[in-house]
């Protein structure tokens, strides 16, 4: 089976989950929303999840985003690997991103999101993690279905 092109930027701009795999003394496979935007994924994080120390600890992850659809024989993914920064959290980029998964309308969102852009990131410790990515291997494996 051969591999077709699609897309990359297309494929990642839609509301997919992404599954983080870390390294270090207990490695972990975690799914978080994310924005791909400058050639980076976008994740939101803070000291209330243990993606954070894990990636202080090892910085070097893995990233994956597919989607499998039998019933249209749609099949594509996305991996990447590289070494994952801690950048300060800033609210437009969080906005991107939390738009992209709860809509444009912010009062419709549930209150821990909708937190995320109005209390001070310093406060609750928001931060972004980017990686850009070392390798990026995307794979359109689709099939027709009978």
Known sequence: MTARKFDVDAFLAQPLTARVATGGPRPTVR???FLWE???FWILTGPWARLLGHVRTAPAIALVVDVCEPAT???RQVIANG???VLPFDVPRGRRKLSRYLGPDEDAWD???R???YEDPARIGTIWLRLRPDSLVAKDLSYTVA
């Open 83 to 85: 070494r994952a920064e």
């Open 73 to 75: 024989g749609l099949v």
């Open 111 to 113: 209150e821990r999101f």
């Open 38 to 40: 400058d050639g980076a």
């Open 115 to 117: 937190h995320y852009l």
């Open 31 to 33: 799914p978080t929303w």
